[in-house]
């Protein structure tokens, strides 16, 4: 089975603070997501990455960025966390080629006090 | 550009009712298509899905078939159960790597 894993489940941070948000998949998958998941406005892709090093802007990605050192991690930075990005952030990874299915971790819900 | 809109929600059944949840998208070609089912508490978990215009995807109850004449892929289920009650997203991949999900459909089953 595809796992994906999510270095917390809950976080609180202050305003100003810089945080991380890991993710690692033990499928040998090329492709990794990041989402942030809001009450009435679904999925919006935050940054993605195809490739080691490699990343691309998804839908939202003001005030975020990404590391991609290792192919099994991806790694979701906010360089000054502030209380408009509280929210559930969920990783995903999937094969390259092909149309291929996104399988999640479980998510993390950080609040930003 | 893609894009993926479905029914708004929320839904609440009773238990054995029958649910059909609506999804259409916007794409040009033929993408894949995808139900994602969210439990409370936990991340996004692939459901079903179809590759090709006529296919239908099933699993656990549930079913969806691809109709490319009407752009849609609507999940439905005969007969709802209590564990059905989740979070339920519709989404497509076509060109590129992206996916392009819903905003959710919550389902609520009561007994």
New interface residues.
């Given amino acids: 089975d595809v796992k994906v894993t999510q270095s917390s489940r809950y976080l609180v941070k202050r305003t100003g603070e810089k945080v991380f948000l890991e993710c690692v998949q033990d499928m040998d998958h090329e492709n990794m997501f990041w989402y942030r998941q809001d009450p009435g406005l679904g999925l919006r892709l935050i940054y993605f990455s195809y490739d080691v090093k490699m990343k691309e802007k998804g839908d939202i990605p003001e005030g975020y960025s990404v590391s991609r050192e290792k192919k099994e991690r991806f790694s979701l930075i906010l360089e000054s966390a502030s209380t408009n990005q509280t929210s559930m952030y969920l990783c995903a990874s999937s094969l390259i080629s092909g149309l291929y299915e996104q399988y999640f971790g479980p998510g993390t819900r950080l609040t930003v006090t | 550009g893609d894009s993926v809109t479905q029914m708004e929600g929320p839904v609440t059944l009773s238990e054995e009712a029958f649910l059909t949840i609506n999804c259409t998208y916007t794409a040009t070609g033929y ?2 298509l ?1 139900w ?1 089912v969210q439990y409370p ?6 459901l079903l ?1 179809a ?1 090709k215009a006529d296919d239908k995807g099933s699993n656990k109850g549930f079913e969806a078939t691809y109709r490319k004449e009407t752009t849609s892929f609507h999940l439905e289920k005969g007969s709802v159960q209590v564990s059905d009650s989740a979070v339920y ?1 519709c989404a497509l ?2 060109t590129g ?3 392009y ?4 459909t919550s389902l609520t089953v009561i007994p």
Avoid: V
Wanted: glycine fraction near 18%; aromatic fraction near 22%.
């Fill in positions: 993408p894949s995808f994602y508490g936990e991340g996004l978990q692939l899905k590759t997203f991949i076509h790597n992206q996916f999900f819903g905003t959710g």
